[in-house]
């Protein structure tokens, strides 16, 4: 019952053993630390109670001693009950499966190692020994992780051509339809582009989306597998965090056509290099018969290609906190383009879905009426008012261009502007850098509250020092703390954005 969150952060982890280890085993991890004070807890109350009622018989000071072991344990369990995930797990076959191979494994550590304690009691017969001989279940909380892992591995036996079967079921699907492929990648933005050229292909194709951010081959397999291709257009988000991922995205899909929407350093920490992660992303040019890309990779484009800024474009981008109007500039025309999404990658957004569009055969009529039924995407910039107070909420934005833009936003509120961030991740070597620029691009806020144990070291010393006032900046350790101090400094009028609220894994 313990473990319910390491479940839903190894199924984060992609189910990688080694990754789910180092973040359990990372220096201040909490969950480590509640592991270990459980624990103690666990331990000393046990002894103590059991030492407590020795008068009474070992037997019967061990029955009494467990009241506080399960006392403790409920607490611990009811404890993280009100602390859910950020990213909730999905009940999904495979982490069932998981669920209750790992749990039968601990039942057999957990009989086991009675057995073995009152084995040890038989043994040497000691009084000292048979009053404490149950305390080493303490030792247990701290298994868990450890367990988990070695479940999760031995089960890849199987999951590993169970999945490579799901994907094969899709590929052989997506090869014999006759659908339009499309694959849409790069560094930021992905799911954005593939919400805005569903809707407005909508006005005249029969469109099939992967849902939410499942850009992995099982996300995508999933889309076909599940929902199936009953469409004229299937667009296919691909994501990926290292080399060949997209080269594998390509064969299961074999997209026909691409949008590869830009390149920044996001991921640097798994490529290596910005030139590396362009390289990866730039499979899908090379992969698709014509492609569609933003300005920062126009210099991979092929004959044929649609390049932002020669092709197409957003020119003329107003922004407010109500929409974004700007021209819409496409190969037969430009026309004035208003919508309901904030921000200026917003406007370039719109103009790469209706790059594809146009590639696609539609008019210029056509996506005009498909770009006035665009909605937001949720998390992505999100506007909602609340008590008066305009809430931003970017806490799917992870990447350096997005948090620039969101910024930008931020600043064109009429009252207080406060911003809440644990900073950017993943960027390698470049994290350092790169937070201390967005610190310095929050100079001017009312507000500037840093959360967590990630880089806000970094964002501060950033907003330090390109002038920063220090009375302006909080750092707290959990977004509910943040939360707190909103409730207290915030009025009608104000505006709040959550930049990068990051998943349970960091």
Request: net charge neutral; proline share 4%; charged share 20%.
């Amino acid at each position: 019952m313990c473990s319910v969150r390491l479940l839903g952060i190894l199924q984060q982890e992609g189910y990688s053993c080694r990754a789910f280890l180092k973040w359990y085993y990372r220096s201040r991890n909490i969950e480590r630390k509640k592991a270990s004070l459980l624990a103690i807890a666990i331990a000393l109350l046990t002894a103590i109670v059991s030492v407590c009622f020795s008068f009474l018989g070992s037997e019967i000071a061990n029955l009494i001693s467990a009241i506080p072991f399960i006392g403790l344990a409920v607490l611990y369990c009811v404890s993280e009950s009100r602390h859910a995930l950020k990213v909730k797990e999905v009940p999904t076959p495979r982490l069932m499966r998981l669920t209750v191979s790992y749990t039968l494994v601990m039942v057999a550590v957990n009989i086991g190692l009675a057995f073995a304690m009152r084995a040890v009691a038989l043994a040497i017969n000691a009084p000292w020994y048979n009053l404490l001989r149950y305390v080493p279940f303490a030792i247990v909380p701290l298994l868990t992780p450890v367990i988990l892992a070695g479940v999760c591995f031995v089960m890849k036996a199987y999951e590993t051509p169970h999945t490579a079967r799901f994907i094969k079921r899709a590929k052989a699907e997506l090869d014999k339809s006759s659908v339009v492929k499309v694959g849409i990648t790069g560094s930021f933005g992905k799911t954005s582009v593939k919400h805005f050229a569903a809707t407005i292909l909508s006005v005249r194709f029969k469109v099939i989306e992967t849902p939410y951010s499942y850009n992995t081959p099982s996300g995508i397999a999933r889309t076909v597998n599940e929902i199936g291709l009953d469409c004229n257009v299937f667009l296919a988000e691909m994501g990926a965090r290292r080399k060949g991922e997209i080269a594998q995205l390509c064969d299961i899909v074999t997209p026909e056509y691409g949008i590869l929407t830009g390149v920044c350093p996001q991921h640097t920490e798994t490529f290596g290099s910005p030139e590396a992660i362009k390289a990866e992303k730039g499979v899908l040019v090379g992969r698709s018969r014509r492609c569609v890309l933003g300005r920062t990779v126009a210099d991979l484009a092929r004959e044929g290609d649609l390049v932002m800024g020669r092709d197409f474009d957003a020119e003329d981008v107003r922004l407010s906190l109500d929409g974004t109007r700007f021209t819409l500039r496409l190969p037969d025309g430009s026309f004035p383009v208003q919508v309901p999404v904030l921000g200026r990658h917003a406007a370039e957004d719109v103009a790469l879905a209706a790059a594809l569009c146009s590639l696609l055969g539609m008019t210029a009529e056509e996506i005009r009426a498909g770009i006035a039924e665009i909605t937001p995407v949720a998390h992505r910039l999100e506007r909602r008012n609340q008590g008066g107070v305009i809430i931003l909420d970017d806490a799917y934005n992870a990447n350096t261009a997005g948090a620039q833009n969101a910024v930008e936003v931020l600043k064109l509120a009429g009252g207080r502007k406060v911003v809440v961030t644990p900073g950017i991740v993943e960027l390698g070597q470049l994290e350092e850098e790169i937070n201390a620029r967005l610190g310095a691009s929050l100079v001017g806020l009312d507000l500037v509250i840093l959360v967590g144990e990630t880089l806000v070291l970094e964002v501060r010393s950033g907003y330090l020092a390109a002038g920063g006032a220090e009375e302006n900046l909080r750092i707290v350790p959990t977004l509910q703390d943040a939360q707190n101090i909103l409730a207290k400094e915030l009025g009608a009028g104000d505006c709040v954005l959550f930049l990068n609220d990051l998943p349970d894994i960091y």
